[in-house]
């Protein structure tokens, strides 16, 4: 089978550099390369946002567990199977009718991977990390929302030790939902808090 | 220790480029750099903290001008020589051999 970059001149400098220090490190025995194939696979197949939207819809359905989440967030995630590493300290906090909550990491990109996977290349920029702690209101805006002026906004610097949730507020027009149809609209944004989980009355323009 | 990648109140640097969707990684080296360094440090030869500390010593002009996976592969790369388990000479040896060979690396 041909490849693009077979034709493409010289390879990528960084592709030369990763593929020495990976091919030296399996030689000397310290890393396995079918560990990284799996690994990689993990992160890229196996976990993502749907996790922590099952976090939130179960917190949304269920208020013991929801007073559980907001308590003891790394055990309550835990309960739904998803933990380890870059998890192990969990906070979750709660978006309500007067506060809206945002997370990022300013020092580098610090995410709670057991529930969101891997951060999007937004969050991991100089843009979003520098602006969202002097003017979370015009990033909101960015993002597609436009916060109310009365509404607190409180933005959560993420470390190596502790990571963020963001409980959204359960949209309006879902009342009777199952667990998995509200998990369906729990959207990766409204858990960083960068935006709030729609009302599908707004998405599918029906509101009254 | 205080850097450039101390960001938080920063000026200047423009627009969110934001990106829909779940698509972690963008070529093959990433995918590689990540992996390598998780199995890394999950075998035990240095934590998160290691790697990145060592980010925030791979320069302040190259941070502002890389990628994210770049700044992993800085860090990776001067994590394992500091650990004493490369050195910079073997790895430079081994890209010049990979050149030379000229096939693919990944894909």
């Given at each position: 089978m041909s490849h693009d970059h077979e034709h493409?001149?010289?390879?990528d400098e960084r592709a030369l550099r990763i593929k020495a220090i990976e091919s030296l490190l399996i030689e000397k025995g310290i890393i396995d390369e079918a560990a990284v194939d799996e690994l990689v696979d993990i992160f890229e197949h196996?976990?993502?946002p749907k996790n922590g939207a099952k976090v939130v819809a179960r917190a949304w359905v269920d208020p013991d567990y929801k007073a559980r989440l907001l308590e003891n967030g790394t055990a309550a995630i835990a309960e739904l199977g998803f933990s380890g590493v870059q998890g192990e300290e969990m906070t979750v906090i709660e978006n309500t009718a007067t506060v809206h909550n945002m997370v990022v990491c300013t020092l580098c990109s610090c995410y709670p991977w057991p529930t969101l996977g891997l951060p999007p290349s937004w969050y991991k920029s100089a843009p979003y990390r520098s602006r969202v702690v002097i003017e979370p209101r015009e990033v909101l805006s960015e993002f597609g929302y436009d916060i109310p002026d009365d509404k607190e906004v409180r933005v959560w610097d993420s470390n190596a030790e502790l990571r963020y949730l963001v409980l959204p507020q359960r949209p309006?027009?879902?009342?009777?939902?199952s667990e998995e149809q509200l998990a369906e609209i729990v959207t990766r944004d409204a858990m960083i808090g960068t935006n709030v989980v729609p009302s599908p009355d707004q998405t599918h323009g029906a509101s009254l | 220790m205080n850097g450039v990648h101390d960001m938080g109140g920063m000026q200047g640097f423009g627009p969110i480029e934001i990106d829909q969707g779940y698509?972690?990684?963008?070529?093959d080296w990433e995918r590689r750099v990540h992996g390598v360094l998780c199995i890394f440090a999950i075998n035990g030869y240095f934590n998160f903290d290691d790697s990145r500390y060592a980010i925030e010593r791979m320069g302040n002009a190259e941070y502002l001008t890389t990628p994210y996976y770049e700044h992993w592969l800085a860090g990776l790369e001067i994590v394992a020589i500091e650990k004493g388990v490369l050195t910079k000479e073997e790895i430079e040896a081994r890209k010049e051999e990979l050149r030379e060979k000229g096939e693919p690396l990944y894909g």
């Open positions: 493409s001149g010289p390879p196996r976990i993502g309006t027009g879902t009342e009777g939902w | 698509a972690p990684f963008h070529s």
